[in-house]
């Protein structure tokens, strides 16, 4: 089955402490994005990737990280979680082109204590 | 910057009704438009695309495009309570560069069905 897969989709962390949530796709997709959902706020892309080693910063990068290694995987890290990253975070995956939307991730709601 | 505006509802239409969902977006260089329907603690699911002016149809769905306007809409025709969720308008942007492959949401209308 085509899918975005995440993990783990519930976290419940402290302040400070190191987290990767994970992200893979088994469409061969080139590009991978990641975004944070906040009530009244929408969707805002954290970073994207149009390829492996290829990585930019979306509209809302501070306190993160990411890497490409892989095709399949981009992980999100957050390297000293703080409460303001509270959030339902989702990875979404897509062929590049004009007619391609995104397939989303089931998505990873963490809360930072 | 690049804006994309919806109503953020909520929407209420009583069932069998027809739900009119309107997008206006400041990009015209936007050559492709995504609608996504996303329920509550959900992920977003791709419902319609269209990149041409004029209407597109899927099922009970009609998707309306003016790009002169700057103007995509979704129709949701015979609402079923199961149609209740929050929508989100889409563009996407110019054929090259980071257009290509870069989707603006918008921060969605929230659609209630009432049986």
């Known amino acids: 089955e085509a899918q975005v897969t995440q993990n783990p989709r519930y976290l419940i962390t402290v302040t400070g402490k190191k987290l990767t949530v994970t992200c893979s796709q088994n469409m061969n997709h080139e590009y991978m994005s990641w975004y944070r959902q906040d009530p009244g706020l929408g969707l805002r892309q954290i970073y994207y990737?149009?390829?492996?080693?290829?990585?930019d910063k979306g509209d809302v990068p501070e306190g993160y990280k990411v890497s490409r290694k892989e095709k399949r995987n981009f992980p999100l890290i957050l390297e000293s979680p703080s409460p303001n990253q509270t959030s339902l975070y989702f990875c979404?995956?897509?062929?590049?082109?004009?007619?391609?939307?995104?397939?989303f991730g089931s998505g990873t709601r963490l809360t930072v204590v | 910057q690049k804006e994309v505006e919806q109503n953020s509802g909520p929407l209420s239409v009583p069932e069998g009704a027809i739900a009119s969902l309107n997008c206006t977006y400041s990009?015209?260089?936007?050559?492709?438009f995504f609608w996504y329907r996303q329920y509550s603690g959900k992920s977003p699911e791709l419902i319609m695309f269209i990149y041409s002016n004029g209407d597109k149809e899927d099922g009970r769905f009609t998707a309306q495009l003016n790009k002169a306007s700057q103007y995509v809409s979704l129709l949701i025709r015979d609402s079923q309570p199961s149609d209740s969720a929050t929508y989100l308008c889409a563009p996407k942007g110019a054929y090259s560069g980071a257009g290509s492959y870069q989707l603006t949401f918008g921060k969605g209308t929230k659609l209630s069905v009432i049986p």
């Open positions: 979404a995956s897509s062929l590049l082109g004009q007619t391609y939307g995104y397939t």
């Open positions: 990737s149009m390829n492996v080693e290829v990585t």
């Open positions: 990009d015209r260089g936007s050559q492709s």
